[in-house]
């Protein structure tokens, strides 16, 4: 992905279902990231979607355009050599590849946070499954819109079987940033 010598620039993309952890471990990786390069960008769905995004909602069409814009956001920052962590659901194989095209494979680095629908909602963070099951919240990922699992993540972290420290220790393991 880079050249030796060279500072990293590249996209770690956590795909997941809502409470898997990405916003949890993203934020946690980025000290240790700004080691490698002090230039690292967190973005985050819910951020995005009070600003840049705002216009947006939930439907498939919507949350295509979500990610195509914080793919193209991420491409920019890339470009500019940072390294961006990106915490979307990134829901769909169609999502998924686009996020690719985007960025550029040779850049991007996904993490596939592989927790249990019932697991997530049990944490239920931010009471949000909750409302989903009352019928409160239309087209909610996991409950009454699809998920579709990545095909070949770089990384896939089953996120009930570790502890965060685990789990970004695995990351940096395999990013090759460890000790
Ligand atoms: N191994 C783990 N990795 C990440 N989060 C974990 C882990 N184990 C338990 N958790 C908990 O799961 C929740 C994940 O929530 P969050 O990071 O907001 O998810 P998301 O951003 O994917 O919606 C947090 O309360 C976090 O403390
Ligand atoms: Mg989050």
Redesign the pocket.
């Known amino acids: 992905m880079n050249t030796p010598g060279e500072t990293p620039a590249f996209a770690l993309w956590?795909t997941?279902?809502?409470?898997?952890?990405?916003?949890?471990?993203g934020q946690m990786l980025l000290p240790r990231l700004r080691v490698i390069n002090p230039l690292v960008k967190l973005l985050d769905g819910d951020v995005l979607r009070n600003g840049l995004n705002n216009n947006l909602g939930f439907s498939l069409a919507d949350r295509s355009e979500n990610l195509r814009r914080a793919a193209e956001v991420s491409k920019l920052f890339v470009d500019s050599g940072f390294i961006t962590v990106n915490?979307f659901i990134t829901p769909t194989h169609d999502v998924q590849q686009m996020v690719q095209q985007i960025v550029g494979a040779g850049r991007l680095v996904t993490v596939y946070?592989d927790t249990p629908v019932e697991v997530c909602e049990q944490?239920d963070?931010?009471g949000l499954y909750q409302k989903a099951r009352q019928g409160l919240i239309a087209d909610f990922t996991g409950i009454s819109s699809p998920f579709e699992a990545p095909e070949n993540p770089t990384i896939t972290?089953s996120?009930?079987l570790?502890?965060?420290e685990?789990?970004v220790e695995k990351i940096m393991g395999v990013l090759g940033m460890d000790g």
Not at 16 to 25: A, Q
């Open positions: 956590f997941g279902l809502s409470g898997s952890g990405k916003t949890t471990l915490c946070l944490r963070v931010k972290l996120t009930h570790m502890n965060s685990q789990a």
